[in-house]
């Protein structure tokens, strides 16, 4: 199975802690972000990864390499400029053939176990499964509705079982999700491919509610890397 990561971002609200630095080479407890979903990805058993880069790329370049120390084969997609989510992905369908792959955000930090999305395949007709949290304090209102049956819907909740929950920036998708939407253009984000996809029932979801954060700014940074509490 493959993977891509999303690495091009500016991390424009992590100034000026990414002035020289691309975000997901910003380190949490002492480990750059990005080495956390690379060793990850190797765990789950991903063979080949693809990362996209823009801002500051070269860095991300030299850090990785070809992948080989992290017992990977990482193959760049380079942006002439940031194409956002949907078209980073677009721009690298070539790279990615059309099996379903796993999708991760670099700046976000994580401990699932990603065999776990990798070894449960796609419902035919299924174009992905996101992985879903309970809402942060700073997006309290969700992104998407886990029905019962594990389909995602994009209004409120109909029934007391319906939860809101807030998209973990990880999911398994299949190339087609973003190949075959028909407002695909060069630049554009991806959560129109979902919300495309959930209007027809063909989006699934798995509510995780073990550690995750969005890295997003340096407080939430900072609170990430505060001592672990000892245990006596």
Known sequence: MK????AAGLGKRMRPLT??????????????????????????????VIINLAYLGEQIRDF??????????????PEPEPLETGGAIAHALPLLGEAP???????????????????????AGCLGRLLLVPNPD???????????????????????EQQRLTFAGISLLRPALVADYPHRRH?????????????QQRLQGELYSGA????GTPQRL???????????
């Open 138 to 160: 700073f997006h309290p209102e969700g992104d998407f509705t886990l029905t019962e049956n594990g389909t995602l819907a994009d209004g409120p909740p109909q029934t007391p």
């Open 19 to 48: 002035d020289h630095t691309p975000k997901p080479l910003l380190c949490v407890r002492g480990k750059p972000l990005l080495q956390y979903h690379l060793e990850a990805l190797a765990e789950a058993g991903v063979s080949d």
């Open 3 to 6: 993977a891509m990561i999303l």
């Open 212 to 215: 995750w954060s969005d890295v």
């Open 222 to 232: 900072q609170v990430l890397n505060e001592p672990l509490p000892h245990h006596s």
């Open 64 to 77: 990785v390499g070809s992948g080989q120390r992290f017992g990977l084969r990482v193959t760049y997609s």
């Open 187 to 199: 630049r554009f984000p991806l959560l129109e491919a979902f919300k495309a996809a959930i209007s």
């Open 101 to 123: 792959f796993l999708l991760i955000n670099a700046d976000v930090w994580c401990d699932y176990p990603l065999i776990q999305l990798a070894s449960t395949p796609l419902a």
